[in-house]
């Protein structure tokens, strides 16, 4: 008879590989991600953080918690090369937009749709294991969808990069707020009616993280926009430049085209031969 601790692992794996295979690539392509062009490595890294986050679910909930944020972070920054930013951007758009709509749906079903508590989901790896399927034919539509239609929240270009500061501060908010929250809802015995102070004051601190990171996404939309505006207006001084070298060559062209031909109508060849020697016409092309 198998180990009931390492069917629990077991089980713990699977759930969290389910999960991570259609939360973590709908993330990366919300960030600009080439997940197909990139398949292996985002394969390799759903494998290795969804082992790491297996076992750190055993671990107390604060310290769970910090880890899984540094391996999480790690990938991004080491493992795909993401700048500091980018990788607190990704971090963000995961919790946010993709784990928290996919808990969502996982606990509407469970709790609402089929009346099962968080303490039968617990005891239960039957249940355990059918969690991420709740989900997971959605995301997986989400991603063929959006990958085909381009979709992105945060894209770093040449001319806008994001800045790691101004991403920190909403991060630490929400590290913070899940280390509060994910103390209860792991607990098997946890209630929280709607009318309870807990819940107020959950979804009170939520929805300000929620405004704030709104906030946040807005101001990036419109210095992204200013930034690819003031490309524009650099690359159109660069093209008048050009444009005035090409004239200055032109106006130049025609002294030289109108001093010979005055030279050969008054028939004055020698000195016409002097004029030619005198000098070279420059074929350089304008600077790119």
Known sequence: MADPGFIDVLVRFFTVLLSTAVLLPFTLMLVGYDIWGNR???FLL???ESALWTFTFYLPQALRAVLNELILFAGFKWGLGFRTARSFAALIVFHIVVTLPADLIAWIVFLYAFHISPAEFYTSHTLQLLYPWTFVP?????????????WCIFREVSHFKLKA???AIPFVQLLLLYIVVAEDMGNPHFRMDAASPVAIAYILVALAVAVSLYSLWRTFQYAGREAFIQAQEKAALEMEDRVNAIR?????FINHIQILLALLQENRIPEMRDYLKS???ETEAPPN
């Open 279 to 281: 000098f070279r016409f």
């Open 40 to 42: 292996r490595i985002t």
């Open 165 to 167: 500061g101004l991403l």
């Open 46 to 48: 759903v494998m290795l």
């Open 248 to 252: 200055a060559q032109r106006h130049d």
């Open 138 to 150: 959605v995301y997986v539509l989400l991603i063929y969808i959006g990958y085909r239609r381009g």
